[in-house]
């Protein structure tokens, strides 16, 4: 009996040990999972909220530009200032949608670093204008208007439907058609056709439009970046726990087949001196058999190989 434990024991562990090798891989695999996910989605929200950022952060550039542009002094070099540090933003934005984890997220970051730059190029023109433009300074004024008119033109039909809908609205409005009619009257160096004040409410309802446009399409960008963080992180979490309960199921059943293997029974060989003294005794007629077994060896040991027979000089 104890010999059957031992053994039963044995099979057991040699049972145990892959299988529990089986689960501990499991177990990395799954975290490594869970831990992949977690860090795309952490990419994906950081993402979004560092293009929310740098959104807000351009705005605050545009009005201090606006303010320092009025001033007296040399406005070429800080309309350059500006607009290159606005650029230098736009262009990390443009970093972080290229390297979105999603195809989807980066197409519609995209969309939104498309949309502030038609912003930016809109607020530089408007910008100049307000400061008052000059020959060396109406080239980079209809060079901003131009810019962000084929931009605009161009991410139109990109957009969201309701997102369409807001532009179709603009473009209709009589706001849009009154700046227009201010755009190319100062790129052709002629007096606006409307008033100041007129123009000044039309550039404002065109800006606040245009911003919101941008707006709406970092949100919806940041959502789906959030949301697909998510789903890739439930389905790790998913995949993980499958992963695990599967190695714990193989473990399971490799331990109840061990449990169920039917356990050898080997006999020990029987040695003279164990058993009892009346099977001890060897009858009488074992050693006239035994004698006559001994001779009959001897004689064919003495056998000529060549003639068959027997060598009996010896």
């Known amino acids: 009996m104890t010999y059957q434990r031992s053994l039963r024991a044995r099979m057991l562990s040699i049972a145990f040990v892959p299988s529990a090798a089986l689960v501990l891989v499991a ?3 799954g975290g490594f999972l869970v831990h992949q996910a977690i860090q795309l989605r952490d990419d994906a929200e950081a993402g979004a909220v560092t293009m929310a950022e ?3 952060g351009m705005a605050v550039l545009r009005r201090d ?3 320092a542009l009025k001033a007296p002094g040399s406005r070429s070099a800080t309309y350059t200032a500006y607009a290159d540090r606005i650029d230098t933003s736009l262009s990390a934005l443009r970093e972080i949608a290229r390297a979105a984890p999603d195809a989807e997220v980066g197409y519609q970051q995209t969309i939104a670093v498309e949309l502030l730059t038609v912003v930016e190029g809109m607020d530089r023109s408007d910008a100049l204008a307000v400061a008052g433009i000059d020959d060396e300074g109406r080239r980079d004024y209809a060079a901003a208007v131009g810019a962000y008119h084929s931009r605009l033109d161009a991410v139109a039909g990109k957009l969201t439907e309701s997102s369409r809908q807001l532009y179709r609205d ?3 409005s009589a706001d849009w058609g009154r700046f227009g009619a201010v755009e190319t009257a100062l790129s052709a160096a002629n007096p606006p056709p409307v008033t100041q004040d007129a123009w000044r409410v039309a550039a404002g309802v065109v800006s606040r439009s245009l911003g919101d446009l941008a707006t709406r399409q970092i949100s ?3 959502q789906l970046a959030i949301d697909g963080g998510r789903r890739v992180l439930s389905g790790a979490l998913a995949a993980a726990t499958a992963i695990s309960l599967l190695a714990l199921v193989v473990m399971a059943v490799a331990m109840l ?3 169920r293997l039917p356990i050898p029974v080997i006999r020990r060989p ?5 058993l009892p003294r009346p099977i001890r005794r060897v009858p009488s007629s074992w050693s006239h058999l035994v004698n006559d077994y001994a001779g009959k ?3 064919l040991a003495h056998t000529r190989h060549r003639t068959g027979r027997a060598d009996l000089s010896g």
């Open 54 to 56: 740098a959104s807000r």
């Open 27 to 29: 177990l990395f695999i």
């Open 65 to 67: 530009r606006a303010a």
């Open 220 to 222: 919806y960008s940041a």
């Open 297 to 299: 060896s001897t004689l």
């Open 270 to 274: 029987v040695r003279l001196e164990t």
């Open 257 to 259: 087949l061990a449990r």
């Open 170 to 172: 603009l473009v209709g």
